[in-house]
């Protein structure tokens, strides 16, 4: 075994050593130029290959310019999104108050109150719009989203129908037209008790206004039947309402000032 490493370290020494030889003999010049030329072939395209990636690199630092002007791009998307969603609703409280007997005044939602338990908003009309405390506030198609409770001379404070503290007289649109009281549930729910326990309540019927508040007119749409609570021997049942509107994106409301009547 090693007999046979040191004639491969001999034979491997002695054509190192005739290399060299022919080396500076110049023998080897024409396969060395060959091989020079090969290697200088793939270094060109390294080159080109390290041109195109600092080409790219350079494109790259380009790119935030371009960037800048895309995610402007996609600003004024989202700011037309937002019109034409402003602009929906304010056409459907149009036509809602279109032929009613119904002064209103409409408003921007500009603020929200994220005290615990309580679910309100802020207007910018106020008193000097005729804004008064107790007047309802109805977002798209007429649906009722609360009620005022605060009024300055430009902004107003509205306390939505899913605060703690929020009650309106309702009424629903079942055979037997059954009359409640709708209340919040801690900013997260609304519900509607003090319905008779004889009455029939479905699943999928429709909770308006009753009328039997001041100021605030018969037919306000709330929300419809989700679930309802029934115990027995209680003399009242519970029914858990979905609201018509979403009161977590208000946008563009309608607040009635005066109700004539007929």
Known sequence: MEKTKKKTIIAVSF????????????WLSPLENRIKNILNMGVGYIYKFNLNVNEQQNQTL???????EL??????????????????QLRDQLNFFENKQIKHTGAQVIGRDFEPFSSSIILNKGLKDGVQEGNPVVASGG???GKIIKSEDTTSVVRLINDNQSRIAGT????DTSIGLVEGGYGISVHMNLIPQNETINIGDTVITSGLEAGIPRGLLIGTVESVE????????KAILQPLSNLNKLFLVSVITQVDED
């Open 71 to 88: 995610n402007k791009l996609k600003i004024d998307k989202a700011k037309l999104a937002i019109i034409e969603e402003e602009n929906k």
């Open 15 to 26: 054509v190192i050593l005739v290399t060299i030889l022919l080396h500076f003999s110049g």
């Open 172 to 175: 629903l649109t079942n055979k």
């Open 62 to 68: 380009v790119c935030p310019d371009l960037q800048t």
């Open 143 to 145: 649906v009722l989203v």
């Open 230 to 237: 029934k115990e027995p021997y209680q003399p009242f049942q």
